[in-house]
């Protein structure tokens, strides 16, 4: 076993639940935040989507006082980006049957948060019988973003 920083990420983040299917992934997915409830969603990222997060999180972390290592680096870790933002108040959810195809899969989701529409593109990866979401984009009206561009570099000149 890997046990360099990235090959911990799957330890770190947890071993996920099983998605057999590219709905049922959504669904566990979206089912607890219509509730209201958090989860630890980095456990439904595919390993390439895990390795930007972790990239993204030890670019934010923190020294002794309580100052950011790299203070220029953004702070996108606090943003869902299964809900276009960093609070739950989603209203209205569809999701469109999945089309997949040798291995991938792609949805759309599309939802009212905290009185905002959104519309969010959801890619998936079969990795050994089980789907994990491989990049999330909002296409819907206002600002359009690609997670993994966000996570990995700097879109809004922060630093």
Do not use: C
Not at 128 to 157: H, M, T
């Amino acid at each position: 076993m890997d046990f360099t920083w990235l090959g911990m990420v799957p330890m770190i983040f947890g071993a996920g639940a099983a998605s057999d299917t590219p709905r049922a992934l959504l669904d566990q997915i979206y089912q607890p935040l219509l509730a209201g409830q958090y989860h630890n969603l980095e456990e439904f990222y595919s390993p390439r989507l895990q390795e930007l997060t972790a990239h993204n999180l030890e670019a934010n972390v923190v020294d002794v006082s309580g100052q950011p290592v790299d203070p220029e680096a953004p702070a996108i870790v606090s943003f869902n980006p299964f809900l276009n933002g960093e609070t739950a108040d989603v209203k209205d959810l569809q999701v469109t049957e999945p089309i997949t195809r040798d291995g991938t899969a792609v949805a759309l989701v599309s939802f009212v948060n905290a009185g905002q529409p959104a519309v969010l593109s959801i890619s998936m990866v079969e990795l050994q019988g089980e789907w994990k979401v491989d990049d999330i984009a909002a296409v819907g009206a206002g600002e359009k973003w690609l997670y993994s561009w966000l996570l990995q570099y700097d879109p809004f000149s922060m630093r």
